[in-house]
């Protein structure tokens, strides 16, 4: 796997979330504050749905918000880890069908958030070129640099799923 800016190479963002399409947003744990230091995000009642890729304690979102949790890596993943993947893009496309406000969220809200809106946005009709480019104009360049996930959008996550199965 090879990713762009590995680790500490990695710029935090400067918003600690940002509107991909209307309803749907992504974010991370924290960003690059106005003064120049990182900050911690924490998700209040913002949004009606918040699904997390990475848990942090005391990151929230408040009691009374539907939360999903399913942490996975920022590497190489399992079948069951790509078909959670796949249910939570499936969530996510349902809430936005309800009109709903959803956060996905991971770390810097970059990859692992990148990869749950890239195929949200691509069972609505779009490509993976498209949704990754529409990702990285609205979120930051740096979103979707681990290039083993664009490859798993190109392939299509459902095959994906199929081949890290027939691998197992």
């Known amino acids: 796997m090879r990713t ?24 991370g744990h924290e960003f690059q504050g106005p003064v120049g230091r990182r900050e911690s995000v924490v998700v209040r009642d913002e949004f009606d749905l918040v699904q997390t890729l990475l848990r942090l ?7 009374g918000v539907e939360h999903h949790v399913w942490p996975i890596p920022d590497g190489p993943l399992d079948g069951t880890q ?11 496309g349902e809430a936005l069908d309800e009109g709903r406000k959803i956060l996905v969220r991971c770390y810097h809200g970059y990859n692992r958030s990148g990869l749950v809106v890239a195929h949200t946005l ?23 640099h681990n290039d083993l996930f664009v490859e798993y959008l190109r392939a299509g996550l459902v095959t994906a799923r199929l081949l890290e199965e027939l691998a197992e």
Not at 4 to 17: E, F, L, Q, T, Y
Not at 57 to 63: A, S, T, Y
Not at 82 to 92: D, F, H, S, T, Y
């Open 122 to 144: 691509m069972r609505r009709g779009g490509t993976a070129e498209e949704a990754v480019r529409l990702i990285r104009s609205r979120r930051s360049p740096w979103a979707l």
């Open 82 to 92: 790509l078909a959670g993947v796949i249910r939570l893009a499936e969530a996510a």
């Open 4 to 27: 762009r800016g590995k680790g500490s190479d990695v710029p935090a963002p400067g918003r600690p979330w940002d509107e991909i399409v209307p309803g749907l947003w992504m974010g």
């Open 57 to 63: 304690p005391g990151h929230g979102p408040d009691e």
